[in-house]
């Protein structure tokens, strides 16, 4: 369990203010950090129960995307850059690197594409869950209706209420949500919801941002990075996710120098349906990482 936890604020190569926590335990702190991202939409807290069983010498930095849990939202987005450049950043200026890159969802993807670009940045690699649909060499597919259609719920998804108790309520009763575990959720209602001076909350992620980044998910570009990454990686996959098919976490595995794949109970929202089960994983990918199993000296 983190004994210590250290909000802090951060500014970015563009000027943008990011926000995100330090989180420790009680024994001394041992290298390598971690640097945990979130997915589209999701606040670092919704993460923090997954993560408490993290050993004691553990040292997780957990960042708040642009536009996420309270940090600064960008004006526009076209692309990914800016957030990748926002971690980049904060490992040179804030960490002890080589650290270790993790991340769900989006962020997984982030941390793939920074270990490939800046290798002496990352000593390991934890994904869990990167949205890949497409099997490696495949021709670049077109969005889907069905892909298209997610995109537009997301551009119009409910993003007030009258007060944080009528949020909770709402998303309790929500298809996306009702899985979650009440402390997931209840972090979510905390830090992924801002106040107006009225009282009612909305949404810190404006749809328009989640739209946009659902819109620009790499596909055949996630192999390429693959094949220049150097360090060892552990891929989480929820059992019954839609999001990363067992077949194509296999094909970007094989595309990895060394890797493996960790099966973990739920959903593509498995961090937050699945606590204790997903930081059991997690502990074991940062044993795999550390190098106190045979895989990351092999």
Same mark, same amino acid.
């Given at each position: ?44 807290? @919704? ?15 957990? $960042? ?35 650290? $270790? ?42 969005? *889907? ?5 997610? $995109? ?7 993003? *007030? ?13 929500? @298809? ?52 220049? @990454?150097?360090?060892? *990686? /552990? ?24 890797? @493996?794949?960790?099966? /973990? ?22 044993? $795999? ?10």
């Amino acid at each position: 369990m983190f004994d210590d936890e250290q909000p802090f604020r951060f500014r970015g190569p563009d000027g943008l203010e990011l926000t995100g926590h330090v989180w420790s335990g009680a024994e001394s702190p041992r290298l390598p950090e971690l640097l945990f991202s979130p997915g589209n939409g999701f606040p670092m807290q @919704v993460y923090r129960p997954a993560l408490e069983g993290l050993p004691a010498d553990a040292v997780v930095h957990a $960042i708040n995307h642009r536009g996420h849990g309270g940090s600064e939202v960008p004006g526009q987005l076209s692309d990914w850059d800016g957030l990748l450049a926002d971690l980049r950043a904060y490992v040179e200026q804030r960490m002890h690197a080589p650290v $270790i890159l993790a991340g769900h969802s989006m962020g997984s993807m982030l941390a793939l594409r920074l270990a490939a670009e800046a290798p002496a940045l990352a000593a390991g690699l934890l994904l869990l869950e990167p949205p890949l649909h497409e099997r490696r060499g495949k021709p670049r597919a077109t969005r *889907t209706p069905e892909h298209e259609a997610f $995109i537009e719920r997301s551009r119009n998804r409910r993003d *007030t209420w009258a007060s944080r108790e009528e949020a909770a309520a709402w998303f309790a009763g929500s @298809v996306g949500y009702r899985q979650w575990s009440p402390e997931a959720r209840a972090a979510f209602v905390a830090e992924g919801l801002v106040e107006a001076p009225d009282g009612s909350v909305r949404l810190a992620t404006p749809p328009w941002l989640e739209a946009a980044l659902y819109e620009t998910v790499p596909q055949q570009t996630v192999y390429q990075w693959a094949e220049q @990454v150097r360090c060892p *990686t /552990v891929l989480l996959r929820g059992l019954e996710s839609w999001a990363a098919p067992a077949e194509v976490m296999e094909d970007l595995a094989d595309a990895l120098p060394v890797a @493996v794949v960790l099966p /973990v109970p739920g959903t593509h929202t498995f961090p937050m349906e699945h606590p204790a089960e997903t930081g059991h994983s997690v502990t074991k990918a940062l044993r $795999i990482l550390r190098g106190e199993t045979g895989l990351a000296a092999t």
